[in-house]
T-cell receptor, first 114, second 109 residues
Framework: ETGVTQTPRHLVMGMTNKKSLKCEQHLGHNAMYWYKQSAKKPLELMFVYSLEERVENNSVPSRFSPECPNSSHLFLHLHTLQPEDSALYLC?????????????FGPGTRLTVL | GQNIDQPTEMTATEGAIVQINCTYQTSGFNGLFWYQQHAGEAPTFLSYNVLDGLEEKGRFSSFLSRSKGYSYLLLKELQMKDSASYLCAVKAEGQNFVFGPGTRLSVLP
């Protein structure tokens, strides 16, 4: 399944570093999502973009900054993270917010903050 | 608020049938989804219910009762490769997906 790709797959960073996660979807979808998955916790929705406009921000700390330059690409910019931010970050896309259809997930980026 | 409940862990034997339950209370309802997630991998779509009743897809079936806020995923003829986490998710108000905590299924030989 290569409909949604994410890079890098693994990332280790210090608390003072700045890094970016990249997501690309090849499905012609109009909606894209960032999720955080921590051990033994449900998937947490972080951001939702529809047609490149942010439509949801679930009280995510400002040290996470999303960017959606077009409907195929989604970035998550990271700076001054905390160790508790270590998790699997999943990108997903769907046909559209009001369109019947499921989400397709990328393989995720395993982030470790030291 | 949004709340989805699932059992944390289940164990079953190869070749058997297992039913994973999901109850939900959400603001709005625009469909219920089941995903399978193997350790270290992304969730993959299994099934979708928006009307009451049973949806069958090969060895997997999913049932929905909207009045009871209840769904289940039925897995038949279990195979070792079915060992994974199964996530119940509801497309709620605002068209956002709300996920349950997942049920970790172990299939034993």
């Amino acid at each position: 399944e290569t409909g949604v790709t994410q890079t890098p797959r693994h990332l280790v960073m210090g608390m003072t570093n700045k890094k970016s996660l990249k997501c690309e979807q090849h499905l012609g979808h109009n909606a894209m999502y960032w999720y955080k998955q921590s051990a033994k916790k449900p998937l947490e929705l972080m951001f939702v973009y529809s047609l490149e406009e942010r439509v949801e921000n679930n009280s995510v700390p400002s040290r996470f900054s999303p960017e959606c330059p077009n409907s195929s690409h989604l970035f998550l910019h990271l700076h001054t993270l905390q160790p508790e931010d270590s998790a699997l970050y999943l990108c997903a896309s769907s046909p559209g917010l009001a369109v019947r259809g499921t989400q397709y997930f990328g393989p995720g980026t395993r982030l470790t903050v030291l | 608020g949004q709340n989805i409940d699932q059992p944390t862990e289940m164990t079953a034997t190869e070749g058997a049938i297992v039913q994973i339950n999901c109850t939900y209370q959400t603001s709005g309802f625009n469909g219920l989804f089941w995903y399978q997630q193997h350790a270290g991998e992304a969730p993959t779509f299994l099934s979708y219910n928006v009307l009451d009743g049973l949806e069958e897809k090969g060895r997997f079936s999913s049932f929905l009762s909207r009045s009871k806020g209840y769904s289940y995923l039925l897995l038949k003829e279990l195979q070792m490769k079915d060992s994974a986490s199964y996530l119940c998710a509801v497309k709620a108000e605002g068209q956002n997906f709300v996920f349950g905590p997942g049920t970790r299924l172990s299939v034993l030989p």
